[in-house]
């Protein structure tokens, strides 16, 4: 890691934390997503700041940013662009949809059909739109962040297993502490703290800095330790689908951002144990009896990691 990529980091950071008080842990987790070109998943109660995080974060970036409200009647068309007939010389043009932009904030995306949400998913996979047979590139960097509520079930068409596999990261924010919280009231007396943030890094500082984690070395010994863990998800009874081998991939590239995020140009195994919840858990479906038992998928990642022997 270079003095820039460091600067450009720490930059980024304290922009965040200044306007999502005491979550520097999930701060750090969202540049994760972010820097190892995957997408972000942000889950969790109303009020907690899901979408002030991800426009925050689009705002120290110095690119385009649209955020998308996902409705019941919103369809791929109003996402991805669309053809429009032009009377006047019997043409076609295509005018862009919201999807264009290098982060996007798919807000409440559990609140749209699948057939909209299908659209977005394979847009995120795929990095570019296909309409009457035309290919068009999304800009880069190209980040999704998506947010949803998962206590409100009304009206709602919870994501399918095989589209939550392709988020890289699932995150919750959780209540502040009592403390935080007080501070939080005091820091938007005159005005929120979002409204001050400004653009403290490029497009192009992020494209290299994705580049950048892509040079952190990881021992066999621990790709080997990211395999058996994944196995272990495959064989166990409480479950009825384990991690697909892009979840081996996701934790591979996740844990090599995490080790430059800490200054090292190598992965540890305790990278691999600190990211396996974040990455593994939302990949997982539990069995009927499980399910039903209040069992939790992180519980589970917990025991694995427990179970499954740390290369020295």
């Known amino acids: 890691m270079t003095d820039s990529d460091t600067e450009a980091i720490c930059k980024i950071e304290k922009s965040l934390n200044q306007v999502i008080r005491g979550k520097a842990e999930t701060v750090r987790l969202l540049l994760v997503g972010l820097l190892s070109a995957g997408h972000v998943l942000l889950e969790d109660v109303p009020g907690t700041g899901k979408t002030t995080l991800a426009k925050s974060l689009a705002r120290t970036m110095e690119g385009i ?7 019941p009647d919103l369809l791929p068309a109003d996402i991805l662009g669309s053809n429009v007939y ?34 977005l998913l394979e847009v995120m996979s795929e990095r570019h739109v296909t309409i009457d ?12 962040i998506a947010t949803q509520n998962p206590i409100e079930f009304h009206g709602t068409y919870p994501l399918p297993e095989a589209q939550l596999d392709r988020f890289a990261v699932r995150l919750t924010l959780g209540y502040p502490q009592p403390d935080e919280e007080v501070e939080v009231l005091y820091s938007q007396n005159e005005s929120h703290p979002f409204d001050r943030l400004t653009a403290v890094v490029t497009c192009d500082e992020v494209i290299a800095l994705q580049e950048a984690v892509k040079q952190v070395r990881v021992d066999r010994s621990v790709g080997e330790y990211i395999v058996r863990l994944v196995d272990s998800t495959r064989a ?3 479950l009825r689908l384990g991690v697909s081998p892009r979840g081996s991939l996701t934790l591979y590239r996740t844990s090599q951002v995490r080790a430059f995020l800490e200054g090292r140009n190598y992965v540890l195994p305790e990278d691999v144990r600190a990211l396996a919840s974040p990455v593994l858990a939302h990949r997982m479906l539990l069995d009927t009896k499980s399910r039903y038992s209040g069992m939790q998928t992180t519980q589970i990642v917990d025991e694995l990691l427990e179970k499954t022997p740390v290369p020295r």
């Open 133 to 144: 047979g035309i290919e068009r590139l999304l800009p880069q960097p190209f980040f999704v």
């Open 86 to 119: 032009r009377p006047v010389d019997g043409s076609f043009e295509f005018r862009f949809g919201p999807v264009f932009a290098n982060v996007v904030l798919a807000d409440e995306i559990n609140r749209t059909s699948p057939r909209t949400q299908s659209a």
């Open 236 to 238: 166990d009874v409480r």
């Open 65 to 71: 940013f649209h955020r998308i409200q996902f409705t």
